[in-house]
């Protein structure tokens, strides 16, 4: 079993929908995680960052941690054409000095018009 | 804008051909990484730096070799380059528990 596990989708919406994107994890001792935005034939880039448990709000992003479930969660608002692209969760642990992150095998997303 | 540089978006090599990936960054990172991305498998650590001249495997280091002598510096090297080798490379680097910034990837070809 990997340590992250993520659906892969793919997702289709319309444009104006609600996306929610999940990971779940087996590791307790990650404490950092983070969500990323890839585009087709691009580098991922870091789109949210939180650490341990809550909620943090970034715009028409919002990203969830329930640490006593082992789940995070990604929420986009009013989406639009141009969030269509892969999400991939990332973790890492506490302490960890080489801030090694672990990965989900992202969720493709089309948002269409 | 913080950036991570890899030198070749595209690459088409010859099996059995040593093949060099270079990745730079000006960020002034401690750590740096070579993932490889396929469809299917996600992200896959092949090797990371986290101090020049330091290296530790990853998850997937058969077949690969890394140099890091500069602090801005990390090379990916395919001692002889096969075709389970196609792939999209990606370079990372990033602070202590920071988040990594990625560079837009070598997509190689292995023919």
């Known amino acids: 079993q990997k340590e992250v596990e993520q659906d892969p989708g793919p997702l289709s919406v319309p444009e104006g929908a609600i996306v929610s994107l999940n990971c779940t994890y087996s590791?307790?001792?990650?404490?950092?995680f983070m969500w990323y935005r890839q585009y087709s034939r691009k580098g991922p880039e870091l789109l949210m960052y939180?650490?341990?448990?809550g909620n943090k709000e970034d715009g028409r992003f919002t990203a969830q941690v329930d640490k006593s479930s082992k789940y995070i969660s990604l929420f986009i608002r009013d989406s639009q054409p141009s969030d269509s692209a892969t999400y991939l969760c990332?973790?890492?642990?506490?302490?960890?000095?080489?801030?090694?992150?672990?990965f989900g095998r992202g969720t493709q997303l089309t948002v269409w018009p | 804008d913080v950036k991570v540089t890899q030198s070749s978006r595209y690459l088409v090599k010859r099996t059995g051909e040593k093949v060099f990936l270079e990745c730079v960054q000006d960020?002034?990172?401690?750590?740096m990484f070579w993932y490889r991305q396929d469809p299917g498998l996600g992200l896959r650590l092949i090797y990371f730096?986290?101090?020049?001249?330091?290296?530790e495997k990853g998850d997937i280091p058969e077949g690969y070799s890394v140099s890091r002598e500069k602090k801005e510096r990390f090379s990916l090297i395919l001692e002889s380059a096969s075709t389970n080798q196609t792939s999209m490379y990606l370079c990372?680097?990033?602070?202590?528990?920071?988040?990594?910034?990625f560079g837009s990837g070598t997509r190689l070809t292995v023919v």
């Open positions: 990372a680097s990033s602070f202590i528990q920071g988040g990594y910034t």
């Open positions: 590791n307790s001792a990650f404490q950092y």
């Open positions: 939180t650490y341990s448990s």
């Open positions: 990332a973790m890492s642990e506490r302490g960890s000095t080489l801030g090694r992150l672990y």
């Open positions: 960020m002034d990172h401690e750590n």
């Open positions: 730096s986290y101090d020049v001249k330091m290296k």
